[in-house]
């Protein structure tokens, strides 16, 4: 099956079985920051943006992808390091395992939530699973991400 797609804003064509799910097919085309932490769609590691909207990519066929934009932690570099850093400075990335879904799914939240509510926040986050942390160090490292972006005075 032949498909079309956009991939971190690069254009691309690949021949895909029908059945291949999207996470298998992006760790093939090197992006290694979609990752599967579960198999049961529970832990968030494979989180990837389907048209800007964050989805789980270990829950969605490769071949829904045609004709669509896709954009991976690969293409977010910029905006994630900045994220990183007040990750770092919080405590929140002991083993880094879980931060790309995150990442992704903080960057998303800022994109789409102007002064997100502590309800706002735990909803994004809800999926993403984190086995090192209490998510104390995330919380605190998000909302001085937030302040630091002017989106909200925390």
Known sequence: MNIAYLLNG??????????????????SKGCHSVKCG????????CTVWLNEKPVLSC?????????QRVTTLEGMQEEARELALYMGREGAEQCGFCNPGFVMNVLAMVREVTDPTDNEINEYLSGNLCRCTGYASHLRALHAFIKAKGAVDV
Not at 10 to 22: A, C, F, R, Y
Not at 38 to 45: A, I, K, P, R
């Open 10 to 27: 690069k254009k691309e064509k690949s021949d895909i079985e029908p059945g291949m799910m999207l996470l298998d097919f992006l760790r």
């Open 59 to 67: 829950a969605i066929l490769a071949a829904r992808i045609d004709g």
């Open 38 to 45: 579960c198999e049961t769609t529970n832990c968030g590691l």
